[in-house]
């Protein structure tokens, strides 16, 4: 740890100590059995997050358990996202229904849009390297599909528990900033240390984030965000969106 910039140093200080009391936060009030991989997500960033307080970062061994736990956390990353998928739609069976249909296609759309700037990057023919682009591809690709989420929950006045809403907010703010940083830290124009800090400052603003929007009773507090803008159409479009998803429901059913 003493390797890290005294800034990063105290963020990642405070990052492990919210972390952790987020955890037990979340464990406590029993939320982690309602959002499974959003918790095991928080787990492994905090168990990546002590890594530096016990092996040297300049170590083989420092790279190794950072490029194994990195590729497990962007992996996890597309399971908590899909998670997020479910909650949003379900109270909406008919277009869950279909819209498991085509995520897949979705996500791999996504990926390959996401995959197209490559070629503007300037990352190093290695491990670590590899690691980065596969990274910033996949969040990308993950970020394009919340943000599509979003829109939806802005323009439908669809009725979401108050930890559904925090949880979206949270993880799209920090996926656009962390997508974001990856693909200028790829283009190789802006110091590593300055990318390395803001990106630990956007991780402990939006831990604290849920640390405080999160508990039991934002599961029973219900919120509608779509349409604030003209709060006279929310009754119209509420009634639109249930016929749709009456009519996907009876399509599904029948085959």
């Known amino acids: 740890m003493h390797q890290l910039p005294i800034e990063q140093q105290i963020l990642l200080i405070l990052e492990i100590a919210v972390l952790a009391i987020l955890c037990i936060r979340i ?19 905090l ?18 358990l950072y490029l194994a736990s990195q590729a497990l956390i962007v992996a996890v990353s597309a399971l908590v996202v899909l998670e997020l998928y479910s909650k949003v739609l379900r109270d909406l069976a008919g277009i869950a ?10 996500l791999g759309l996504a990926l390959i849009i996401a995959f197209l700037p490559l070629h503007l ?20 690709s993950l970020v394009v599909f ?4 979003s829109g939806f929950l802005l323009y439908y006045p669809v009725p979401l528990g108050r930890n559904v809403v925090a949880y979206l ?24 240390r ?11 603003t939006c831990l604290l984030f849920w640390l405080f929007a999160l508990n039991r009773q934002g599961e029973e507090k219900r919120m ?21 998803n009456a009519t996907l429901l009876r399509a599904s059913g029948k085959s």
Do not use: C
């Open 27 to 45: 464990w406590k009030e029993g939320l982690h059995r309602i959002y499974s991989y959003f918790f095991g997500y928080l787990v492994l960033d």
């Open 47 to 64: 168990l990546q997050a002590l890594v530096p307080l016990l092996v040297p970062l300049r170590s083989h061994l420092y790279l190794d």
């Open 97 to 106: 229904t279909i819209a498991r249909r085509y995520i897949k296609v979705t």
């Open 121 to 140: 990057e300037k990352t190093a023919a290695t491990l670590m390297g590899y690691l980065f682009s596969y990274e910033r591809a996949v969040m990308w």
């Open 146 to 149: 919340l943000l599509l989420a």
């Open 169 to 192: 907010t949270g993880y799209a703010s920090y996926f656009l900033t962390t997508a974001t940083l990856t693909f200028i830290n790829n283009l190789g124009y802006i110091r590593n």
């Open 194 to 204: 300055l990318l390395g800090s803001v990106d630990m400052g956007m991780s402990v």
């Open 224 to 244: 509608v965000v779509g349409h604030q803008w003209k709060p006279a159409d929310e009754q119209k479009l509420r009634a639109q969106l249930d016929a749709i």
